[in-house]
């Protein structure tokens, strides 16, 4: 709409007219000078509960922005460990409805952080420090999830290393695991014990990894007889991250619910490229496991009793030169859990004694 300007004889009379007009023209426009504009803020309205990370689970996440303009939106993360993108890589942003609520779900973590940020914003996936308020960002809130940080994980000592004890539910190997912080301890001897307690249909399994990265060296494990192990059953000594970059290599232990097959396997993560994968057979009694990873090559390799020594002959061996991850924030996981298969489930509870882990880089 255009309004036309009645001249004035007095030029001051003619300039206070036309900012009485360009006023009402700002009003009648929704126009506002940036200085005056009410400063953005967000708060949480549902939180999910303090929880370990994992790529398993999402859980419902609300809240309001205030002062928000068209187009700006949330972007959301996760604690765990370092600061996730959430719900995903591939979706980064939550929209603002009209009423200034948002909502959308989120992975597990033990701290939840929402930024306001405006159209055009590329967020990181993954941070070690969350952004501070600038030209993009411009409102930034962070909460603790309920009964956290007061609730402190709890942790194992073994082999000289503080070992995290899993209490939340993952998905190894496609079948729902729920684990027991009782089915993972350490005996008068120092040996870590882990087990699956409970019985078909409400099987309970256990996992441990270590708190911190170790990235390249030589990794050894000494463990028990595997040999009595069910189909049904798999135990796993992995790196592992949890990120959108698979940096993952495992020795497991498992015949996959198969009963004419080895049982064992390493594995250079995607396990689906069959280069990627190497079978054997591990003994009976006592078995020693060995990594050796360094830039672009992995090298395993499985001994009879327990051996310290890389040059003694294996009763198993493998290296892989493509696909071997780099180290970053990967770290040791010593898992033993259900693997579902309808013609060999799993029928009695067990367990594995893992007698000492070495690193030296």
Not at 57 to 74: D, F, M, S, V, W
Not at 118 to 129: E, F, I, L, N, S
Not at 164 to 179: C, L, Q
Not at 242 to 262: H, L, V
Request: contains cysteine; neutral net charge; glycine residues 10%.
């Amino acid at each position: 709409m255009f309004f036309a300007l009645q001249e004035h004889q007095s030029s001051r009379g003619s300039t206070c007219s036309k900012l009485a007009v360009l006023a009402v023209l700002c009003l009648q426009a929704g126009c506002y000078s940036p200085s005056t504009r009410v400063e953005p803020s967000i708060i949480f309205t549902k939180l999910p509960p303090y929880e370990e990370g994992t790529a398993y689970k999402l859980n419902a996440i609300e809240g309001r922005a205030t002062a928000a303009q068209p187009g700006e939106r949330i972007v959301l993360y996760a604690k765990s460990g370092v600061w996730w993108i959430q719900p995903a890589t591939l979706q980064p942003f939550t929209n603002i409805q009209h009423d200034g609520t948002w909502k959308n779900e989120t992975h597990p973590g033990d701290a939840y952080a929402a930024l306001l940020v405006k159209d055009g914003y590329r967020p990181r996936w993954k941070m070690d420090q969350l952004p501070g308020k600038d030209g993009n960002v411009l409102a930034v809130t962070v909460a603790d999830g309920p009964n956290g940080p007061g609730r402190a994980s709890k942790t194992l000592l073994f082999a000289g290393y503080e070992w995290k004890i899993r209490e939340t539910a993952s998905n190894p190997g496609g079948t729902h695991n729920d684990y027991d912080p009782a089915n993972s301890w350490t005996d008068k001897s120092g040996f870590l014990h882990l087990r699956i307690a409970g019985g078909p249909g409400h099987w309970t399994s256990s996992e441990v990894n270590l708190r911190r990265s170790l990235g390249y060296g030589s990794y050894r494990f000494v463990v028990s007889d595997v040999s009595h192990l069910e189909p049904g059953a798999a135990f796993t000594m992995l790196t592992w991250a949890d990120s959108a970059r698979p940096k993952e290599m495992n020795i497991e232990i498992s015949q996959w619910g198969e009963t004419a097959t080895r049982n064992g396997q390493f594995v250079i993560q995607p396990y689906y490229v069959p280069a990627n994968t190497f079978r054997f057979q591990a003994p009976g009694k006592t078995v020693t496991f060995m990594l050796r990873w360094a830039p672009d090559r992995a090298a395993f390799r499985a001994y009879r009793g327990a051996v310290s020594r890389w040059e003694t002959t294996p009763v198993g061996e493998h290296v892989f030169t493509s696909g071997v991850p780099a180290p970053g924030d990967e770290s040791v996981h010593l898992s033993l859990y259900v693997f579902g298969n309808n013609s060999n489930p799993l029928r009695h509870g067990t367990e594995v004694i893992i007698e000492n882990f070495e690193y030296l880089p």
